[in-house]
């Protein structure tokens, strides 16, 4: 776990909570993209392009602070890969907290793929350190604009958890990507904001007798890791952390959120909450997760993967019973 502070912001404990999870039990159809939309794409996209347009995207960039700790990370797994990539695919890249932080020992090239154009082209290409490509297309149809068998590595920070087939995307990805090609991903998980998913939904049955979503559903990693066994990725690795961020109250956090561009577009969705529910929620955040300092946190679980495209080179597992050290003698 790892704590960042947002404006005179201090650490706090985790505790123990059980996931929120999507079903991952029925066939990947890999030529669909989902017979249910959970998300509004063009709701979210125009959310993006607002949040990279406010103040000519000085606001934007004042939230990069999550993003840019989960790029940190996920670069250092990507330098773990002992190969130098030619291109590498930055899908759903905002304006490229990843691609910032590749350099010419790792990657000649950085392609950065977004569904909002303002976002992608908020920060000019002086800010990267390797050579730059921007293509505006939505992440759902990745292989309208990507070919088949043509990239070596793709790398996704903080976007899949918006795409309304998780499991059609990931085979688009496979498909994208050469033979003993990588792919690796940061996505939230279903412990995301649960403060503020639980104080806003207390409220509202306080208030106003039932609950609308306000807090986007997410997946889990015991999920992520049939999804990717299920979409042809070989050589599996998810792991998961969390990011703590304390505010002063629930109001800043939601105004960093919309800065973001994180405000929810689940379809059907209310577009207005109760001021006096916003206000009940407020206390309520405090009175249960509140900081001892008067300031609140706001949970960020990350979930991190790796998977590979099969080829005839990779290394594969011995055949069962195939050992030549009896186990026992061993410990």
């Not at 297309?137 to 976007?159: G, H």
């Not at 703590?244 to 405000?263: C, H, I, N, R, T």
Request: with cysteine.
């Amino acid at each position: 776990m790892f704590t960042l502070a947002r404006r005179r912001l201090s650490a706090c404990a985790a505790s123990s909570r059980g996931y929120a999870s999507v079903s991952s039990s029925s066939p990947i159809n890999p030529n669909s993209v989902g017979p249910f939309q959970v998300f509004d794409r063009n709701v979210k996209r125009m959310q993006k392009d607002r949040a990279a347009a406010r103040d000519g995207g000085a606001r934007s960039r004042t939230v990069d602070y999550v993003r840019d700790e989960i790029a940190d990370r996920m670069i250092e797994r990507f330098q773990d890969i002992k190969r130098k990539f030619n291109i590498v695919l930055d899908l759903g890249s905002g304006p490229g907290h990843f691609s910032k932080l590749l350099d010419s020992e790792t990657a000649q090239k950085a392609v950065l793929l977004d569904s909002s154009e303002k976002l992608l082209h908020r920060d000019s290409d002086s800010e990267f350190d390797v050579e730059i490509e921007r293509i505006h297309a939505d992440e759902e149809n990745l292989l309208e604009v990507i070919p088949r068998n043509s990239q070596e590595a793709i790398v996704s920070c903080l976007s899949l958890h918006w795409v309304n087939d998780l499991p059609g995307v990931l085979v688009q990805i496979k498909e994208a990507l050469r033979p003993d090609g990588v792919f690796l991903g940061a996505l939230f998980g279903g412990d995301t904001l649960f403060e503020l998913r639980t104080s806003l939904q207390l409220a509202e049955v306080e208030r106003e007798g039932g609950i609308s979503p306000h807090v986007s559903p997410m997946t889990d990693s015991r999920d992520m890791s049939n999804l990717l066994g299920r979409a042809g990725f070989t050589l599996l690795t998810v792991d998961v952390d969390e990011v703590k961020v304390a505010y002063p109250s629930m109001w800043e956090l939601m105004e960093d959120l919309q800065d973001m561009g994180e405000s929810n577009a689940v379809v059907g969705r209310r577009h207005y909450i109760h001021r006096d529910t916003l206000a009940a929620a407020s206390a309520i955040y405090k009175e249960l997760h509140g900081n001892e300092d008067g300031t609140i946190p706001a949970t960020f679980q990350v979930i991190y993967v790796i998977g590979w495209k099969p080829a005839p080179n990779q290394p594969k597992p011995l055949e069962r019973g195939s050992a030549q050290t009896n186990l026992k003698d061993v410990l």
